[in-house]
């Protein structure tokens, strides 16, 4: 017979209560993704970090531009990158580009950055996820947001190697992408 201790007991509730108070505190910059291999990811948008990658990520998202979208490079203990609609690292969206906001965020695990070319302002809709904390990417790339829960759902993401350069053979998608207010 499963027992529980009157603590742990009186824990649980505070920890879903916790979740779901995360979760609504700032319901217009929180995005949730679910991914093929089940996981749910909530990203806290950060507009006061970054605010014009928050905006061009929020159109994205509500035009359902992430929908199928692929992770298509992704490096063991380094990061996931996904925001390619062609799969291959090159592809963008038909917005413009925008120009970086380097801000003093460090890029430790969870923190989300937007991908870009050499041109630090040429950032458009690829974003990656990192999955160990990376300070050498500190003032080199924008962060503009955080996973808030469903980290392990990015561990599992489907890896390629690093003779490779991360990429990933039949790779894991993004099954949708919403905007939490819009649930």
């Known amino acids: 017979m499963f027992t529980i201790s009157r603590r742990a007991a009186l824990a649980i509730p505070l920890l879903f209560a ?14 949730v993704m679910t991914l093929k291999n089940g996981g ?8 006061d970090w970054a605010p014009k990658h928050v905006e ?4 994205l998202v509500k035009r359902g531009f992430y929908d199928g979208i692929v992770f298509h490079r992704v490096i063991p203990g380094f990061m996931a ?13 038909d917005l413009p580009n925008i120009d970086a906001e380097f ?9 989300v950055g937007m991908a870009r070319s050499g041109d630090p302002n040429s950032a458009n809709s690829q974003f990656f996820i990192v999955t160990k904390d990376s300070r050498f990417l500190d003032g080199q790339y924008t962060a503009f ?7 392990d759902a990015v561990d599992k993401i489907k890896a390629g190697t690093q003779a490779n350069n991360g990429a990933v053979a039949n790779p894991d998608k993004i099954v949708s992408m919403k905007m939490a207010a819009a649930k």
């Not at 916790?18 to 995005?31: C, K, L, P, R, Y």
């Not at 749910?40 to 507009?47: A, E, S």
């Not at 990158?81 to 969206?93: I, K, M, V």
């Open 18 to 31: 916790g979740a779901a108070w995360a979760a609504s505190e700032d319901a217009d910059n929180t995005v």
């Open 40 to 47: 749910k990811v909530v990203i806290r948008l950060r507009p």
């Open 56 to 59: 061009q990520i929020e159109t």
């Open 81 to 93: 990158q996904t925001g390619d609609p062609t799969g291959t690292g090159g592809g963008r969206s």
């Open 103 to 111: 801000n003093d965020t460090p890029f430790k695990r969870g923190i």
């Open 145 to 151: 947001g955080e996973v808030v829960s469903g980290m």
